[in-house]
């Protein structure tokens, strides 16, 4: 471990991710047009409730299951036409096994 030429090198653009304000974009943007279609339709305590409810439910379930929830749970659960326009270098979850 005292050789630095075995370490790998990770860049650090791939441990970021996009933010807007400090926050992370996928927890803020949904949240800001939660927020601001409620508020267009004079409902903007509604709005303010139900971003706030989205905000912070979406960093409590990256807090515990990983910042990558939403990618896992798309492609788990969403339909094969998500994986072959948005995931396309991925087999589609039904084509996948386990292997022991």
């Known amino acids: 471990m005292d050789n630095p030429t075995q370490f790998f090198s990770i ?3 791939l441990n970021n991710v996009p933010t807007l304000m400090g926050f992370a974009m996928d927890e803020l943007a949904p ?3 939660v927020f601001g279609v409620l508020f267009l339709m004079h409902h903007a305590l ?3 409730a139900l971003a706030t409810l989205w905000f912070i439910g979406l960093r409590r379930l990256k807090s515990q299951y990983g910042i ?3 990618r896992l749970t798309a492609y788990w659960y969403a339909p094969t036409e998500f994986s072959q326009t948005f995931l396309k270098r991925t087999p589609s979850a039904c084509r996948r096994y386990w292997l022991r």
């Open 11 to 13: 860049p650090k653009k």
């Open 31 to 33: 949240a800001l047009c």
């Open 46 to 48: 509604i709005g303010m």
């Open 68 to 70: 990558r929830i939403l």
